[in-house]
Structures are given as C-alpha cells and as structure tokens.
C-alpha cells in the first residue's frame, strides 16, 4: 500500500506543476488521469485483500 501513496503523491505533484505552467497543461491532464487509476488500483488491492472465504 505504500507504493500506491507514494505514486498518488508523484502524480499530485505532476498535476500543480502541469497547472503551474500553462505549457505544460498536458501534464496536468496525464498526471490527473494517472492519480484517479492508482486510486482505483490501490482501492481495488485494498478490496481484494480483504475477502472473507465462505466456509463449506
């Protein structure tokens, strides 16, 4: 879980910087795109770790 906070704050990072530059918009968007699919993927490994097996 600590790559997956580590990642969401390089891709936060990566969108003020996109933001700060008004070139550099494109970085911005990627770096957005980026963040919301490490939260997804984190959210899901997160979900996925924590599944209960039914007893038969």
């Known amino acids: ?6 990642l969401l704050v390089v ?13 550099l918009l494109w970085l911005a968007i990627l770096g957005i795109m980026l963040f919301v699919v ?4 984190g959210a899901v490994r997160r979900h996925a770790g924590t599944r209960t097996v039914s007893p038969r």
């Open 11 to 23: 891709w936060l990072g990566l969108v003020v910087v996109g933001f700060a530059v008004k070139a």
């Open 1 to 6: 879980m600590g790559i997956v906070f580590v």
């Open 38 to 41: 490490t939260g997804i993927a």
